[in-house]
């Protein structure tokens, strides 16, 4: 079930000058397990790490655990996008039209957003509470196996929250870019409070608890500038716009002045 809000705002024609009018908009939506099944190989990435190959026996448990994952998860999502009001001089933070200020990781400085999405989605609590059920009962393999399929559904998840923020890009001709998230690559995790200000995590049973960390567990959020302009917006290589340098995916320095850094581009 997906339940849009569009709720019209009026466009600030000084900031933006575009064909399409500045909008607001929600959506909430369930899923069920069995339309976010995982490969085997991305769980067998999460349970043995990254070469694993799992030998034929072991498949099979994780098959038997995809299936176990797929019928007592919960999956649940929401997003939101808000325009862009302003953003100060250098680009290092921006406003919204809601009112929230809020600053930009440094891979976003200088980019062209123009709207911004912010998401969460969630595989509800039943899949951790039969985890720790499992381990309770010593059954250590087990548990570690379906916490592993757990975060495969949730990467499933996550790609199809990313697929519906393209789909709203594409019905009004802007282009989706640059995603960052609280607690990752140094943007600190306090900036979840700004996100649950603009995405309803209750509506979903996901809460913060004292310290920013969300529950139930397997939850992701994330925002994402949103723009008119795809190159700019979304860099052909993105790690080039970056300044992070110490972002988890670099691998180290190029001999190049002006060339950043050597990238994993396998992501």
């Not at 953003?87 to 891979?107: A, K, V, W």
């Not at 975060?151 to 870019?177: K, N, V």
């Amino acid at each position: 079930m997906t339940t849009p809000g569009p709720n019209p705002e009026p466009e600030d024609s000084s900031l933006f000058e575009t064909r399409e009018k500045a909008f607001s908009l929600a959506v909430w939506s369930s899923v069920a397990g069995e339309e976010l099944i995982p490969e085997i190989g991305a769980v067998e990435r999460y349970f043995g790490g990254n070469g694993y190959s799992a030998d034929t026996r072991t498949r099979e448990k994780i098959q038997d655990a995809i299936h176990l994952a797929c019928r007592i998860v919960s999956p649940r999502m929401a997003f939101a996008i808000k325009p862009v009001q302003s953003e100060n001089r250098d680009g290092t933070r921006i406003t919204l039209s809601s009112g929230q200020t809020l600053p930009l990781p440094d891979c976003a400085f200088n980019l062209t957003g123009r709207f911004l999405a912010t998401a969460i989605g969630t595989l509800g609590k039943e899949l951790e509470n039969e985890c720790r059920l499992l381990a309770a009962q010593h059954h250590i393999y087990q548990s570690t196996l379906l916490d592993s399929v757990g975060t495969a559904i949730l990467d499933a998840l996550d790609a199809r929250i990313r697929s519906m923020i393209d789909a709203e890009c594409r019905i009004r001709g802007i282009f989706s870019g640059v995603r960052f998230a609280p607690g990752l690559n140094g943007y600190v995790l306090d900036h979840q409070q700004t996100l649950f200000q603009l995405v309803d995590g209750a509506s979903l049973d996901v809460s913060l608890n004292e310290a920013f960390m969300m529950e139930p567990v397997k939850t992701i959020s994330f925002f994402s500038l949103l723009g008119s302009n795809p190159a700019g917006n979304k860099h052909p290589d993105k790690c080039l716009s970056c300044r992070m340098p110490h972002c988890q995916y670099r691998k180290g320095l190029s001999s190049a002045p002006d060339a950043g850094m050597h990238r994993d581009i396998s992501r």
